[in-house]
């Protein structure tokens, strides 16, 4: 089998994979590292400071001297620890977290694989890197890495729902177009590209705003990033499983970490704002060179990584109670909801607006679930009253 | 070869026993070197064991080894977040002692210096809680940034930007700066514009409202006996501010009244002290009105204190709740026996029963929300 790349003709399947590979992952991990220094950077602005400064111009090798940093740092294993489980963790976390680069439409016709499932895919590895999570915490012998993991392990599970759920709304409604303008358009695709080429007139934002909105709030529960950054909470668990990792195993749950938060930009750009073919089209007459296409996924995906930034340097931390009530009566039965209303605008055929305005109800709807639940809490798990009272008994 | 069944497990072998966590003396939300065990059942706290002492010195033994005026600085070092305050109920004993006739200059800047340590101190809380909520050190910069200008201002005054030292037995070590007056001022605008910030940050965000609220309740009838104080007192509905039930300095003729809140709950904490902070701004203003040039220390100082024999206990309201000094003169230059009542000591007694019940980032939050300073728990 031979395939084709860059206008080569005539190369083997597995080194051009592997050509892909190296490429997107090398290519992936510096733009990670320069992500972390954006991080930094923005984050200080939020907070009226500067940021990193002193290395490189603007601090931009302050990634590399991190790294640098870590990579000479003693590696050390507490004594009690379970050696293969915490020695192992961190591959667990990193691989399924650079296994899902595999899928993601860079630009037109040029990615790693055109996966017929690639979004059955995507979803399967990332889901993968939860193991990861609990072996850390219960590799460590730690207290706090053991509630750290437990909780990611409750998080992780209970915001894959909504998140495929989010992800099959779109899925089931796309509007693939055919091979040219004149083909017939068939509905429904779990193919990226199909997903991107689908909204080269209007991006899928328009016709789901609930299930945009869904996703990103999914998607920060998956990074495990604030307000659902409970694993980790630096004020409670004191960075949960990674407690007790140093040094190089501790900079790959880092990278891990930074390079999901890339893809999961990468992936909402291709699903929700159009990936390369919004505004550009698909079918006009010169197709935009590829450097412009890369230009608008980056700005996309930059959007997405600027409002994670931003919704951290504002927000607080959730209750763990609060959190899974969330994913569970809230974001579940709104998605549950969305999925039918797609299904019967499939089935009849009806008009798409429909969905839009469906869409913007349902996020009237969230946002008064979110302030009913504010105005009404549960009912305390149990007063200092009553746990006496079941002591006595 | 036979095969014996296996019994069906009963429920008895499933018992699962609570779980020990350590927080601190390490730990990034114990506000110092305090040290908790709490016993978790899943995330729920089910008993908690505070240890104090990590941070004992002996401040009070100190404090009678040296004479009235050395004992100043160690008290700025039992509260080094208002050590204005700590400062003030020191001098004021000694005072009470040797019937010093305080001049109204001094009592006027020494009301100003302590409403704006109040300030700076309320504003140390806001941002240290927020940092407990889980927000990634926005409300700490925030609030960082209002606590040093009312920082810079101490350092103009009294040379140092913690351990003031500025008070003394009958006045002040020395005469403010020229520009005190619109420095203060400016203060008070950019602390005015921090409140506002705070609002718009915490005061109104969902999250901080669903983490906050009914949280850590604590009755009034509760925090009577256990003997809370300021803020964490007012916060259960209680209106006792030392400031207004038996004024010191001229509290009596400014116009103000104590701040309370009705839940008891993490919250009202919050709120209440947000609040303090603009009703000290108020305060500062109508004492810069009534502020009146002349001398900041009596005629007739001796060089060296001697105090009649006697005993005074002096408390005020400090930022943290009544900061109490009480000394025992047999005569000489020192005090024959101090003992500082600590407002943090006594209300850190709440916190098992605030916490049990809770979860276990609400314990964290209760901590923070009591506002100890570890150096004052144990001196």
């Given at each position: 089998m031979s395939t084709e790349i860059f206008g080569i003709e005539d190369v083997n399947v597995w080194v051009d994979a592997l050509i892909r590979v190296l490429l997107v992952v090398g290519f992936m991990t510096v733009v990670v590292m320069g992500l972390i220094w954006i991080e930094r950077k923005v984050l200080a602005r939020f907070q009226q400071r500067l940021g990193p400064t002193r290395t490189g111009p603007i601090g931009l090798l302050q990634s590399v001297a991190d790294a640098l940093k870590l990579v000479g740092k003693e590696d050390l294993r507490p004594r009690n620890a379970d050696p293969w489980t915490f020695e192992l963790a961190p591959y667990l976390v990193f691989i399924p977290v650079f296994l899902g680069f595999v899928i993601v439409p860079f630009v037109l016709d040029w990615q790693i694989r055109i996966l017929e499932l690639g979004l059955l895919y995507f979803v399967a590895?990332?889901?993968v890197n939860i193991v990861g999570w609990i072996m850390a915490g219960w590799g460590s012998d730690n207290r706090y890495a053991m509630i750290g993991g437990m909780r990611a392990a409750a998080q992780g599970i209970s915001y894959e729902l909504p998140?495929?759920?989010s992800l099959l709304a779109v899925a089931m409604v796309v509007e693939v177009p055919g091979t040219d303008a004149s083909a017939e358009a068939a509905r429904g695709s779990l193919n990226l590209n199909e997903i991107v080429a689908s909204q080269h007139e209007v991006p899928n934002i328009v016709w789901q705003p609930l299930v945009t909105v869904v996703f990103f709030i999914a998607a920060l529960a998956e990074l495990?990033?604030?307000?659902?950054?409970?694993?980790?909470g630096e004020s409670e668990v004191v960075g949960g499983p990674f407690v007790e990792y140093s040094g190089i195993r501790w900079s790959m749950f880092f990278l891990a970490e930074y390079a999901a938060l890339l893809i999961m930009a990468l992936v909402f750009a291709a699903v929700f704002l159009g990936g390369w073919a919004w505004p550009f089209g698909i079918w006009m007459d010169d197709a935009p060179p590829r450097w412009a296409q890369a230009l608008?996924?980056?700005?996309?995906?930059?959007?997405?990584?600027?409002?994670?930034i931003w919704v951290r340097a504002s927000v607080p931390r959730l209750r763990i109670d609060q959190l899974m009530g969330f994913s569970w009566k809230i974001l579940l039965p709104l998605m549950l909801v969305q999925v039918l209303v797609n299904g019967l605008v499939l089935v009849y055929d009806w008009p798409e607006?429909?969905?839009t305005v469906v869409g913007l109800f349902g996020i009237v709807a969230l946002f008064a679930m979110v302030e009913r639940?504010?105005?009404h809490p549960r009912p305390r798990p149990m007063t200092a009253a009553q746990l006496q009272g079941e002591a006595a008994s | 070869m036979v095969v014996e069944a296996s019994t069906p497990f009963e429920a008895s072998e499933f018992e699962t026993q609570d779980l020990l966590i350590n927080v601190g003396p390490q730990h990034p939300s114990t506000h110092g070197v305090f040290r908790m065990v709490l016993e978790i059942d899943g995330e729920v706290v089910k008993d908690l064991v505070p240890y104090i002492g990590y941070l004992h010195r002996g401040a009070e033994k100190l404090c009678e080894n040296n004479d009235f005026r050395q004992g100043i600085g160690y008290m700025d070092r039992t509260e080094y977040l208002a050590a204005h305050n700590a400062e003030l109920s020191y001098v004021m004993a000694v005072e009470a002692l040797a019937e010093i006739e305080?001049?109204?200059?001094?009592?006027?800047?020494?009301?100003?210096?302590?409403e704006l340590n109040r300030i700076s101190s309320h504003f140390m809380f806001l941002g240290a809680f927020g940092v407990d909520v889980g927000v990634f050190g926005t409300p700490f910069i925030y609030a960082w940034r209002e606590r040093e200008t009312v920082i810079d201002l101490f350092e103009e005054i009294s040379g140092d930007r913690m351990m003031y030292a500025y008070f003394r037995a009958g006045g002040l070590a020395w005469e403010v700066p020229t520009n005190f007056v619109e420095r203060v001022q400016q203060v008070l605008k950019s602390a005015r514009q921090g409140v506002k910030d705070f609002d718009g940050l915490l005061t109104e965000n969902e999250i901080f409202i669903a983490r906050t609220k009914g949280v850590g309740v604590i009755s009034a009838e509760d925090a009577i006996e256990i003997g809370m104080s300021g803020p964490s007192l007012r916060a259960s509905g209680v209106p006792l501010d030392l400031r207004k039930t038996e004024p010191y300095l001229y509290y009596d003729q400014l116009d103000f009244e104590p701040i309370t809140a009705e839940g008891g709950d993490v919250f009202d904490r919050y709120l209440v002290r947000l609040q303090e902070i603009s009703q000290s701004i108020d305060l500062i203003e109508q004492c810069l009105d009534r502020l009146q040039d002349g001398p900041i220390v009596p005629e007739k100082m001796p060089r060296m204190l001697r105090l009649p024999e006697g005993e005074v206990y002096m408390r005020t309201e400090a930022p943290r709740g009544e900061y109490g000094v009480y000394m025992v003169s047999k005569g000489g230059n020192k005090p024959h026996r101090l003992k500082v009542r600590s407002a943090c000591l006594s209300?850190?007694?709440a916190l098992k029963q605030m916490s049990v019940g809770q979860y276990v980032a609400d314990a964290i939050i209760i901590l923070g929300s009591i506002d100890i300073v570890l150096s004052e728990v144990d001196r």
């Open positions: 590895v990332s889901g998140l495929v759920l495990n990033r604030t307000p659902f950054d409970i694993p980790v608008v996924v980056a700005g996309k995906a930059s959007l997405f990584i600027f409002l994670v607006i429909i969905l639940a504010v105005r | 305080v001049p109204e200059r001094a009592q006027w800047i020494r009301m100003i210096l302590c209300n850190l007694q």
